[in-house]
């Protein structure tokens, strides 16, 4: 039997989700036309390093970051604030180091690619070595998961972070240390646009049949609360609400597969749809884009979100209050 892409995708995300592959057996077709269910197998965590397995993969269970980690990945601590313990090697890394500081504009990437280049090697990324990023989910603000899509957005194909986080990953086994290396290391940058919308492009899709816009903040900032330094108040106009910690248990992994379907489904947000995410600045929205494209959406991340957009004038870029 031929294995599609769809087959390794399916089979992905019931394992990142930690759910039985039966649960969610699809149709897939194969390239003679004919249709089968997928495997119910489990994929062995020692490949997990496979190309064709991490392609399609933003998010790895605590037990195959471990394994990917023991094979020589490389290891990003993406919480905020100052920590006494981290995973043996981790490098800390703010999205901060990889975009402006402009006040309105400070959500993007940097546009220049030598500046990334000279960030991406002093954080030991190299282009050809799988990373693993790890966050805080209960207390943080998905900076992992903007972690994630921003090096698939510059062409890394083996990025993935950490379902349940650093403590996940201490309750696998993960060695821990107080110890910080970066390794030598070579990155080359190819942009990639599938995982991103600027702020005009938006503008230009609003009201189109076919687009979910997903608000990912709170719900005051929904309503029209500006506690992050937003410079208007509101929503995109059309945007469904769906705070991004909506889809964590209380210690910080990812709800079952079928219940964040369930919760999609029930916002208008399916497969057929291209789907647009923003937060203030691009981090709650990349942590969702990453958890929507491992599952087999169409997403893409307005990094520029509501700092660039409630700078612009109303009259047009509007925004929605409650």
Excluded at 234 to 263: C, M, R, S
Aim: one cysteine or more; proline letters at 5%.
């Amino acid at each position: 039997m031929q294995i599609t892409n769809n087959s390794i995708l399916i089979t992905a995300v019931a394992i990142f989700l930690c759910v039985p592959l039966v649960a969610c057996r699809q149709q897939v077709n194969t390239p003679a036309g004919s249709v089968q269910a997928a495997s119910a197998s489990v994929v062995d965590a020692a490949s997990v390093t496979a190309p064709q397995t991490l392609a399609n993969r933003w998010i790895a269970s605590a037990d195959e970051a471990r394994s990917l980690i023991e094979q020589g990945a490389t290891v990003l601590d993406a919480r905020s604030g100052l920590h006494v313990g981290r995973i043996e090697g981790a490098v800390p890394i703010s999205w901060k180091d990889f975009s402006p500081t402009g006040a309105t504009t400070r959500g993007n990437l940097l546009a220049d690619d030598a500046q990334l280049i000279e960030q991406l090697q002093a954080h030991g990324i190299s282009s050809d070595r799988p990373v693993v990023v790890f966050g805080n989910p209960p207390r943080g603000w998905g900076e992992d998961g903007r972690i994630v899509w921003m090096l698939r957005s510059l062409g890394h194909t083996q990025a993935v972070m950490v379902n349940g986080g650093f403590q996940a990953l201490m309750d696998s086994g993960a060695p821990i240390s107080a110890a910080v290396a970066a390794a030598d290391s070579t990155f080359v940058i190819h942009r990639l646009a599938q995982w991103s919308i600027e702020k005009d492009a938006l503008k230009s899709q609003l009201g189109a049949e076919n687009l979910v816009i997903i608000d990912t903040r709170e719900p005051r900032e929904f309503a029209g609360s500006t506690p992050y330094g937003e410079q208007r108040g509101g929503h995109v106009p059309g945007a469904v609400h769906l705070y991004f910690k909506a889809l964590l248990d209380e210690q910080g992994k990812l709800l079952p597969h079928e219940t964040i379907l369930n919760k999609l489904e029930a916002l208008n947000i399916t497969q057929d749809k291209q789907i647009v995410v923003y937060c203030t600045g691009g981090i709650r929205s990349g942590w969702l884009v990453a958890i929507l494209t491992t599952m087999g959406f169409r997403a893409q991340n307005y990094a520029g979100s509501m700092w660039e957009w409630s700078a612009e004038p109303a009259s047009e870029y509007p925004l929605d209050t409650l």
